[in-house]
């Protein structure tokens, strides 16, 4: 059973950072590229970025350029969000998820975490 579990989130101040974790288990993790996404309030669910399984390739979109960071211990089956100099409306679900491909998509995506929230304050 396939199972993603994202960690790290809480509430911050606006300029604070975060680093969020996600842990996989029941995959072959370095066999997937991984992706976070979030979602805010009455909001479509945005991709944020996404990196290869083996480290060597990462797809970031305009959100996350610049402020935010992947990357992935696949001894630990865990992937990072590194989250800088964060806004108010950063303030979100933040979710990871596992593909057979890097993608921009959620449609491509095979597994989900849970979520974990994300709050920065103004």
């Known amino acids: 059973q396939v199972q993603l579990v994202e960690s790290g989130g809480g509430l911050v101040q606006t300029g604070g950072s975060l680093r969020l974790s996600c842990v996989a288990s029941g995959v072959t993790f370095n066999n997937y590229a991984m992706g976070w996404f979030r979602q805010a309030p009455g909001q479509e669910r945005e991709f944020l970025v996404a990196?290869?399984?083996?480290?060597?390739?990462?797809y970031y979109s305009d959100s996350a350029k610049g402020r935010f960071t992947i990357s992935r211990h696949n001894a630990k089956n865990t992937v990072y969000l590194q989250m800088n100099s964060l806004k108010p409306e950063d303030t979100a679900v933040y979710y990871c998820?596992?593909?057979?491909?890097?993608?921009?998509?959620?449609?491509?995506?095979?597994?989900w975490g849970q979520g974990t929230q994300v709050t920065v304050s103004s």
């Open positions: 990196i290869a399984g083996s480290g060597g390739g990462t």
């Open positions: 998820a596992a593909s057979s491909v890097v993608a921009g998509t959620e449609q491509l995506y095979d597994y």
